[in-house]
């Protein structure tokens, strides 16, 4: 089972054991962080702490969690770390700490979360909902917060229409909605993707350069002709993508050996008088730009 307590150094001894336990695991993952300077952010009294708790275990244990500070007047927490133990990490609970502190925030009127990512932690928190483009007045939050230059500010502003105890469910009746509405707009049918990949699995090779098979391949795919795709066009999209992915490497090669002066030869012909023994060895010489 998997709690997620809300703490603050408030002198209690239970409290306190779990903050330092936070405090340690936010340290191996920010080895570069000093630690007296998170100490003094998790120990502070204006800073508050969601722990991510496996209460399964005897006694419970911190695998994670969150510290904060609070600036209710300005409606926004700004987030000074966010951490989970490395051997409970890609087990979604990065995911959930966020969605209870989200809901958690909500009762008190919050409206922003902000904080500033290192090159790391940028993906996670896009994931979450934040963005680089900061939303939130700058009125707000400037001179309140420390600035880094090593970071990017990244806000996420809380929807109050959203139960984000349960974003899953609500992020599934939004899909049932967006397709009820695309339904009484368009007529379209809805295919799984397995369903093509079993058509065109075993004969992706041959199927470019054969017209009878890329015939009945298309013939196979269930919406193409419905969408409005012919043979035809079929076919010009296959060579378009084989030869373009051709430039494309092409072009990569081209370009290390303009780095390489070494290369050289293999960009412009070589006199033949300097080189006679290539000569002797490569009957028809040839460059990359014939």
């Known amino acids: 089972m998997i709690d997620f307590p809300v703490y603050r150094n408030d002198g209690v001894k239970e409290h306190m054991r779990a903050l330092i336990d936070l405090k340690n695991i936010v340290a191996r993952q920010l080895p570069k962080m000093p630690k007296e300077y998170i100490t003094r952010l998790v120990m502070d009294r204006k800073h508050e702490s969601m722990l ?30 966010l951490a989970v133990s ?53 009125h707000l939050w400037y001179g309140y917060i420390k ?25 599934k009746k939004q899909k049932a909605m967006l397709l009820e509405a695309l339904k009484k707009s368009y007529h379209f049918e809805i295919h799984k993707g397995s369903e093509i990949e079993q058509i065109q699995k075993g004969i992706k090779k041959k199927h470019v350069e054969n017209d009878l098979t890329t015939e009945k391949v298309f013939n196979k795919i269930p919406g193409l002709t419905a969408s409005g795709w012919t043979l035809q066009s079929y076919i010009k999209s296959l060579y378009t993508f084989k030869y373009k992915v051709i430039d494309i490497r092409a072009t990569v090669i081209l370009s290390l050996n303009n780095a390489r002066t070494y290369c050289s030869s293999l960009i412009t012909t070589v006199q033949a008088g300097l080189l006679r023994s290539q000569c002797i060895l490569t009957k028809c010489p040839t460059t990359l730009k014939s």
Do not use: W
């Open 147 to 171: 600035e880094y230059d090593s970071g990017t500010l990244m806000d996420c502003y809380l929807n109050p229409g959203i139960d984000y105890n349960d974003l899953s469910n609500e992020l």
């Open 52 to 81: 991510v708790v496996r209460k399964s275990s005897s006694p419970s244990k911190v695998i994670g969690g969150v510290v904060y500070r609070p600036f209710v007047e300005n409606e926004f927490v700004e987030i000074a770390f």
């Open 86 to 138: 490395a051997i409970e990490q890609v087990k979604g609970y990065g995911t959930r700490l966020m969605n209870k502190l989200k809901a958690h925030l909500q009762k008190s009127k919050v409206k922003y979360i902000v904080t500033y990512a290192d090159n790391n932690a940028i993906g996670y928190f896009k994931k979450q909902g934040f963005s680089t483009i900061p939303r939130m007045p700058k």
